[in-house]
Each structure stands twice: as C-alpha cells, then as structure tokens.
C-alpha cells in the first residue's frame, strides 16, 4: 500500500482514540470533522482527477488537502498569516525545483541508497520549510501543501517542455501517493513540537491594563 494511505489509516486511528483532539482543536477542526474528512481522503486516494494530458491530481492527497488549506486560510487569525503561508509555500516549490535538478521526480537516483524515492525528499523539504516559515499550525500546513503542489505543476511544465511527454505527473502522489499530504502533516507535527502554540497564545491575548 503507498504511503498516503498508511499515513491517513493512522491519522484516522489517532483521531478516533482521541490522541488528535487538542491539535485538531487548534487548527480549527472537531473530531468528527476530522474522521469525516480523513475518510474522504482515505477513498479519495484511489482516484485522480485528469487535469491535462499526463497531468492529474490525486483526490485524496492532493486535492481534499489544498481545500483544507483553504478553509485554514479563512481562519488565520493575524493578518501576517497568509503571507506567511504563501512565502513559505513559494520558497518550497522553489527550493523543490531546485532538488529536481539533482533528484530528478520518477527516476531512480543515489538518493535511493535504502531504495527510498526522491519524493521523501521533497516531502521532508517542503513539510520543514512549510514550519519553519509558516509558523503558525495553520500557516505551516498551508505552506507545505502549496509549495508541493506547485512544484508539481513546475515538474509537469519542465519536463514537458524539455520533450519528457511520456512522463506520467501526479500532483499530490509522484513516486508514492501523497508527497502533499505527507508534507502537510510534517509541517503540523513539527509545529507542535515546536510548540509553536504558546508563543502564538501570548501575541494573540489582550494588553494587561493596570486596575485604578
């Protein structure tokens, strides 16, 4: 089974033992949306929609969590958050494009010393980055999500142009489904670790005002 799907399998299994309640919280979500939408992902994940010739994108790790990233987007509180959402997500697609220069997507590589894709590469940059610059929980997700699927669409302009039309380009999958997915979820798990929440607690909460 590809990864996107072991990776929602257990997203799926946490949020519905509890263990995701208070992140989900925090990102906006209750914990039956979270099934709902883990479960939509979960089916979408088998299908994928032809956006172009030898262009799709994967449903499930591709298109549920560009509109979840949406709705995320609505509920930024600070107005620096989508701009720090849409940086992070142009610096990962940047810094993507120029991995592929190296690590070339779909072909094997010396990345694959442990035969591991280069598309776990693009994941680890694009969830860390999506983190780092993003911030926020919201932010962060949006920006790994973003910036993966806009290096996708950079891959699939590239190598066509460069006369690679027999190439297959999955926006949200590539060498195994789900680098979108995969980068989203790194981005939020590194957030908490980071926790990122307390810092964004005290900018959020009122100025102390001396009583009379």
């Known amino acids: 089974m590809p990864v996107g799907p072991i990776l929602i399998l257990l997203l799926l299994v946490l949020a519905a033992t509890g263990f995701l309640t208070g992140p989900l919280r925090r990102i906006g979500l209750s914990g039956r949306a979270a099934l709902l939408l883990l479960a939509a992902m979960l089916l979408g994940s088998a299908l994928e929609l032809r956006l172009a010739p030898r262009l799709t994108l994967n449903v499930g790790s591709g298109l549920l969590p560009a509109l979840l990233s949406l709705y995320l987007l609505r509920t930024m509180r600070r ?20 991995i592929s220069l190296y690590f070339p997507p779909g072909l094997p590589t010396e990345l694959n010393l442990f035969y591991l894709d280069a598309q776990y590469l693009y994941a680890a940059v694009a969830g860390t980055l999506g983190s ?31 006369g690679h039309g027999d190439i297959v380009h999955r926006m ?41």
């Open 172 to 212: 949200g999958g590539g060498g195994f489904h789900g680098t979108a997915l995969v980068a989203g979820v790194l981005a939020l798990t590194l957030s908490e670790l980071l926790q990122v929440g307390a810092p964004e607690r005290r900018a959020a909460a009122p100025p102390h005002l001396p009583t009379s």
């Open 79 to 98: 107005w620096w958050e989508p701009l720090a959402a849409v940086g992070g997500a142009a610096t990962a697609a940047a810094s993507l494009a120029l």
């Open 132 to 162: 780092v610059i993003g911030h926020t929980r919201p932010a962060s997700f949006a920006a790994a999500v973003w910036g993966s699927l806009a290096a996708d669409v950079y891959h699939y302009l590239h190598y066509s142009g460069a």
